[in-house]
T-cell receptor, first 115, second 113 residues
Framework: EAQVTQNPRYLITVTGKKLTVTCSQN?????MSWYRQDPGLGLRQIYY???????DKGDVPEGYKVSRKEKRNFPLILESPSPNQTSLYFC??????????????FGAGTRLSVL | SQQGEEDPQALSIQEGENATMNCSYK?????LQWYRQNSGRGLVHLIL?????REKHSGRLRVTLDTSKKSSSLLITASRAADTASYFC?????????????FGTGTKLQVIP
């Protein structure tokens, strides 16, 4: 079954404690993205990756890091989380330039609370 | 990045009625997509309409696209309680960078049984 898998689904942490949210897709997609969703602000793109070792900033990259060492994985790293990073996070992947449709497939989301 | 802006922000209708929501965008596109999000879950792709199409149907969904006005509409006919969700449009920009798509705040649809 085609899917994007995020882990963990729920996470409560404290300010400054480094954390990683994992994302994996089994569709051999080139493109992957991270979004955060906050009430009244919609889904905002944090980072995206167009292929292995190719990443770029989205609209709200501050405080986040990503890596793309393998095509299937795109982890989101918060080196020193702060309360304003409390949010609902989504990973997405798409085939991008292959069919030029860029239909995105989303993970189930990670609800993060930073105390 | 290109963001779709949905309107209205919220819509409440009775089961069986039709629901119409609109999307506006700013730059030229190859296609426009609509997604649904059930509360707190990931977005799910519903339908894609290409820039050279004016209208597209899929089951109870009808999408129109007016590239001259840079707008699209999504019509859900004979709505059901299960259609209760938020709906988002995504207009990937034509001139490359179409990975840089930011979703708006969506239209929150409530279908009352």
């Amino acid at each position: 079954e085609a899917q994007v898998t995020q882990n963990p689904r729920y996470l409560i942490t404290v300010t400054g404690k480094k954390l990683t949210v994992t994302c994996s897709q089994n569709m051999n997609h080139e493109y992957m993205s991270w979004y955060r969703q906050d009430p009244g602000l919609g889904l905002r793109q944090i980072y995206y990756s167009m292929n292995v070792e190719v990443t770029d900033k989205g609209d709200v990259p501050e405080g986040y890091k990503v890596s793309r060492k393998e095509k299937r994985n795109f982890p989101l790293i918060l080196e020193s989380p702060s309360p304003n990073q409390t949010s609902l996070y989504f990973c997405a992947s798409s085939s991008g330039q292959v069919d030029r449709q860029n239909i995105q497939y989303f993970g189930a989301g990670t609800r993060l609370s930073v105390l | 990045s290109q963001q779709g802006e949905e309107d209205p922000q919220a819509l409440s209708i009775q089961e069986g009625e039709n629901a119409t929501m609109n999307c506006s965008y700013k730059t030229s596109i190859n296609n426009l997509q609509w997604y649904r999000q059930n509360s707190g879950r990931g977005l799910v792709h519903l339908i894609l309409i290409r820039s050279n199409e004016r209208e597209k149907h899929s089951g109870r969904l009808r999408v129109t696209l007016d590239t001259s006005k840079k707008s699209s509409s999504l019509l859900i006919t004979a709505s059901r309680a299960a259609d209760t969700a938020s709906y988002f449009c995504a207009p990937p920009p034509r001139d490359g960078g179409y990975q840089k798509v930011t979703f708006g705040t969506g239209t929150k649809l409530q279908v009352i049984p």
